[in-house]
């Protein structure tokens, strides 16, 4: 036999979202071409590599469809991540693909907005990248034209707010946002958030002198996202049209997706490390309050405990970081100054590296979930959402050669100095973990290796390629023999 393999990964435990078997990976120009019992090293290609996984857990790479990199910011702040320190960042926490958003800020095309990512991105990556498209000026042309043409550029999914002064859309603008994402068969992601709520009970908060970081959780309560997550589903009903709550983080707004469930509606959940980790009472001022602030904001521990329930019984399809990464200085989460009231303070946190080893630790490792349901909401389903499946979020033939070779057994305390992100902080300091990457393969490429806090991430950044989307069959409404026809809509 002609020397086949660029590489082969040998005696690899390999799990995926629905299998588990010991066996051989074979891959060739990036890609898996054989999955076999035993590959023989005679099949390797001349100067080809052999890793020996030595029966430890394989698992697909993960793919991150949630996270702000290279943003640009309308208070001042910076987004200290860029395509290099994210990427290579997501490489040693074992994500392989991420799927930042490209934001339209109002007045701009969907044409200008995207150009100008690619720029950010071009050259900069260690691992393989998407975009979804944040929608905030859903104009006549937008809509008539930039959704089809968004969809040739490989841009198959959008995000559109509830909240935020600069982003947010009225009920009708969201309407016609959807009849166009479905007519083009766009997947929207939604945050969901009531404005009008939270600007009251800031204001209400401000009069009465409470500044601190605890004002963000109380100005933001469960009801404000229980609110705007049934409005959004019952527009989504009104359009037939699936939708995605990104990041939910508490009953009553799982309590909604269930809700839609049960009436037969395609409605998908996302949520994120900080619902299962933090609490409000991280925003307390001698935790380091701001560092914490995000939106929604973290809850309390029996809303945790839904969170997990809902990761195990099917109630989100994705675990996203939700990267969003300010360092604590003037240009990040004090660039109102140290001591500014909580409503000044940019929302998000870091989590792109530690997103896998902490569900695989909590998750797995604790008995939370199983292999596969982790498999599933770390990469596979993500990648089906978005239209990168089956290149990417599995391990199959013919499925680019990302994967994840697990350290056996570890134990470690977690602290900031053993990341690569470019934030000055981790949320998660002081978390003792069980699992950590002892390899990340990004289309067969050795992108990181080493113990936490000891190894070696690629600087080959240029090295990842943009990924284009197809149309997802997720962001389609399914068929119902029998039901009546459905009028669509015009914008
Ligand atoms: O607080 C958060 N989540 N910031 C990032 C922006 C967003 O809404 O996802
Ligand atoms: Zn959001
Ligand atoms: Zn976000």
């Not at 990340?440 to 806090?453: C, H, I, K, M, S």
Request: glycine share 8%; charged share 20%.
């Amino acid at each position: 036999m002609s020397h086949a393999f660029d590489l082969i990964v040998h005696d690899a435990d390999i799990a995926t979202a629905t299998d588990r078997y010991r066996a051989d990976i074979g891959v060739k120009d990036g890609v898996i071409t054989a999955i076999a019992r035993a590959l023989s090293p005679n099949d390797l290609a001349p100067g080809g590599q052999r890793i020996d996984a030595q029966g430890r857990l394989v698992t697909p790479g993960g793919v991150d469809s949630h996270c702000h990199i290279s943003q640009p910011m309308s208070d001042g702040s910076v987004c200290a991540d860029d395509f290099a320190s994210g990427s290579r960042s997501a490489a040693a926490g074992g994500t392989t693909t991420f799927v930042p958003f490209a934001l339209q800020q109002r007045g701009q095309t969907l044409r200008e907005a995207l150009a100008a990512y690619h720029r950010s991105a071009s050259g900069q990556s260690v691992i393989d990248y998407a975009f979804h498209l944040i929608v905030s000026d859903p104009t006549d042309d937008v809509l008539a034209d930039e959704f089809d043409w968004l969809v040739t550029q490989g841009v198959t999914s959008i995000k559109i707010y509830l909240t935020y002064d600069d982003l947010k859309l009225s009920d009708r603008q969201i309407l016609r946002v959807l009849a166009a994402a479905k007519r083009s068969g766009i997947m929207t992601m939604v945050h969901a958030e009531n404005f009008d709520c939270i600007e009251w009970l800031t204001e209400q908060l401000l009069a009465a002198g409470i500044t601190e970081p605890m004002g963000h959780a109380m100005s933001r309560p469960a009801a404000v996202e229980r609110e705007a997550t049934h409005r959004a589903i019952s527009l989504a009903e009104i359009m037939r049209v699936p939708i995605l709550l990104v990041h939910v983080s508490a009953a009553d707004a799982i309590e909604q997706i269930r809700w839609a469930h049960g009436r037969g509606l395609r409605i998908y959940g996302e949520t994120c490390p900080q619902y299962l980790f933090l609490t409000e009472d991280d925003l307390a001022l001698d935790a380091g309050g701001a560092r914490c602030i995000c939106s929604p904001p973290p809850r309390d521990r029996a809303n945790q405990q839904k969170v997990w329930d809902g990761l195990a019984n099917g109630a989100f399809e994705v675990f996203s970081s939700d990267h969003a990464p300010f360092r604590s200085g003037t240009d990040g989460k004090a660039v109102a100054g140290p001591h500014a009231a909580f409503n000044q303070v940019p929302n998000g946190i870091p989590g792109l590296e530690t997103r896998l080893a902490l569900l695989m630790s909590e998750g797995v490792n604790a008995g939370r979930i199983d292999i596969h349901q982790f498999v599933a909401l770390t990469s596979t389903q993500a990648a089906k959402l978005y239209g990168l499946h089956p290149r990417k979020g599995t391990l199959a033939v013919g499925s680019d050669a990302d994967m994840v070779i697990w350290h056996d057994a570890v134990d470690f305390t977690l602290t900031q100095a053993m990341l690569h992100h470019a934030v000055d902080y981790t949320p998660y300091e002081g978390m003792r973990l069980t699992a950590w990457p002892a390899l990340t393969l990004a289309r067969g490429e050795v992108v990181w290796q080493g113990e936490p806090g000891r190894g070696q991430v690629s600087e080959r950044v240029g090295r990842g390629e943009f990924v284009p989307a197809k149309v997802s069959p997720m962001a389609q409404v399914p068929h119902r023999p029998g039901a009546s026809h459905h009028w669509l809509p015009k914008t």
